[in-house]
């Protein structure tokens, strides 16, 4: 099934609930659209959604299960594919410990992505030693996989410069890469870990249905903030968030003139309803008080309707056959497991840590 001459993508999501429209074209479209050219591997981070949610396992398991059917119903075909479980990966787990002697801990502390997490999950002082660590771990969970490239959101970017820094550190310290090297030529300097490059999707964050934080600007579109339109949503219940969702608040009946920049109802035509020419000419008439907020969400939730529908169609198909995902992860926890031992070995031995060869793990 694994095809050497195709360089390798990898990328993931927390099982902290189902796959939502910020997904689909933060990374999702683009893990589709590249199954050809590269050989894909897509992580379910389970372990990682124990850093919020510790008290419900039940939970995090039932989501695993959601996020590989969604990805499955979105297009994701297993025969090219991998989807795999991030605890039945133990390597990943192993290399974690190393890494994280990599990066120092206020480096760690100042990743502007975990700090927006604390504050929009309202996380407190109160969130577990894990917590800051699942960035480490994730510089493991990509560079196990020595991957070309890595599909993410723009949230992702600073945890994806953390893991640029483990490559070119590991590689100068334990494989004698000069740090005067240009970063795509690590591995061809004799590194092991490629400074990897992230692809972001053609929308970096979008926002949420709902009213903006309290700094004013527009959330994320998120899994954990309630403010989402997931891929498993039935046309009803797309209807009804549509049409509840927040636009421009100062906008009081149709014939205001409404805001376009910054309203979420707006972006979303932007980047979900492929004619142009209505979106342009409507955004005009809102503009100007010609439209109102009702008329515009109802095209919208035909456009998004219509982008959903093959979706819940290959949904209905799997979900006549319920064995079809877990015979994909643990399948795809099996090719997982074949790459990532390697580079554990690789890694072992430019540590000089490698004292025993491996046993061979029991993959099922
Ligand atoms: P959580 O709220 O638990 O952090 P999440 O909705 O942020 O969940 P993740 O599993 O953290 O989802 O992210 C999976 C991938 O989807 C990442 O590459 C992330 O950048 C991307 N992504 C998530 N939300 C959005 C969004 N609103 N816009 C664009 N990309 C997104
Ligand atoms: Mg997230």
Known sequence: MSNPAKPRLLTGDTPTGRLHLGHWVGSLE?????????????????????????????????????????????????????????????????????????????????????KEEIRDKGLGDTYPFGFPLYAVGQTADILAFRPEVVPVGEDQLAHLEMTREVARRFDQLYCGVDPATED?????RGGLFPVVKPLLGRVRRLPGTGAPGPDGTLLKMSKSLGNAIFLSDDAATVERKVMGMYTDPARKRATDPGRVEGNPLWIYHETFNRDAAWVAEH??????????DVAVKRKLVEVLNALLEPIRERRRALEARPDTVIDVLRDGTRRAN???????????????????PRRKLDLG
């Open 338 to 356: 074949a790459v990532t031992e390697e580079t554990l070995a690789l890694a072992k031995h430019a540590l000089r840590q490698d004292f025993l």
């Open 184 to 188: 795509d030529a690590y591995v061809a």
């Open 283 to 292: 955004e005009e008439a809102y503009r100007n008080g010609q439209v109102g």
């Open 30 to 114: 683009n893990r589709v659209a590249l199954q050809d050219r590269y050989e894909c591997y897509f992580l379910v981070a389970n372990s990682h959604a124990f850093t919020t949610r510790a008290e419900r396992p039940d939970e995090i398991r039932q989501s695993v299960l959601d996020i590989a059917t969604d990805s499955l119903a979105a297009g994701i075909d297993p025969a090219r594919s991998a989807i795999f479980v991030q605890s039945e990966v133990p390597a990943i787990a192993e290399l974690t410990f190393f890494f994280a002697m990599l990066l120092p801990f206020n480096r760690v502390m100042r990743n502007p992505t975990l």
